[in-house]
C-alpha cells in the first residue's frame, strides 16, 4: 500500500474503529482497510483496545443496588448536616456585581474543551495499549502526534509530548 495513504489514512484509524467518521470519509477509509493489511491489524487492535476499554468502564460502573447504604439514623443526620450547610452556604454567598469580563470563555467554549479534552484522553488510552505492542510502535507515534497536532490545549497533548521525548 502506498506509505502516503497509509499516513493519511492513520490518522482517521481511530475514529474509524470507534465508528466515529462521518458516511464519506468512513467508506474511504473502509476501502483503504481492505486493501492494506497493515492499517487492517491496527483497526483490528484499535477496536480490541475499544472493547476493553468499555469493558473496564463497565466493570468498574457502581450499580445503585450494590451501594453500601447507611442506617436510617444516620441518614437523618446526614440529610440535616446537608440542610445545615446549605443554609449557611446560601446566608455567606453574595453574588459579585460586576460586569462579566469581555475575555471570560462563554459556556459554550468550555463544552468545547471539555468535549476536546475526553475525546484527546479516550484516544490517548487507546493509542497506550497500541505503544504496548512493538509491531504498532510506528502507528502509535503517528497517534500521538495526532494528538498534539489536534488537541494541542488538553492534559492529554501533555501526555503525548512526554510519550514522544521518551521515544527518543
Not at 468498574?60 to 446526614?78: D, Q, V
Not at 453574588?95 to 476536546?116: G, K
Request: net charge neutral; with cysteine.
Amino acid at each position: 500500500m502506498n506509505r502516503d495513504s497509509c499516513q493519511i489514512t492513520g490518522e482517521l484509524l481511530v475514529d474509524f474503529a470507534d465508528d466515529t467518521l462521518s458516511c464519506e470519509e468512513a467508506a474511504r477509509v473502509r476501502e483503504h482497510v481492505e486493501q492494506c493489511p497493515q492499517c487492517r491489524a491496527t483497526v483490528e487492535a484499535l477496536k480490541q483496545s475499544l472493547e476493553t476499554a468499555q469493558a473496564i468502564w463497565r466493570d468498574n460502573a457502581c450499580p445503585a443496588s450494590s451501594a453500601r447504604t447507611l442506617p436510617l439514623h444516620w441518614r437523618r443526620y446526614a440529610a440535616v448536616a446537608a440542610t445545615v450547610l446549605l443554609a449557611a452556604g446560601a446566608l455567606m454567598y453574595r453574588p459579585a456585581r460586576q460586569p462579566a469580563r469581555a475575555d471570560a470563555p462563554t459556556l459554550a467554549e468550555i463544552e468545547n474543551r471539555m468535549t476536546q479534552s475526553a475525546q484527546a484522553a479516550r484516544l490517548l488510552v487507546t493509542v497506550e495499549q497500541l505503544e504496548s505492542q512493538a509491531s504498532l510502535r510506528d502507528v502509535a507515534k503517528s497517534q500521538y502526534r495526532y494528538i498534539l497536532a489536534e488537541y494541542p490545549e488538553t492534559s492529554a497533548a501533555k501526555a503525548a509530548r512526554l510519550k514522544l521525548e521518551s521515544f527518543r
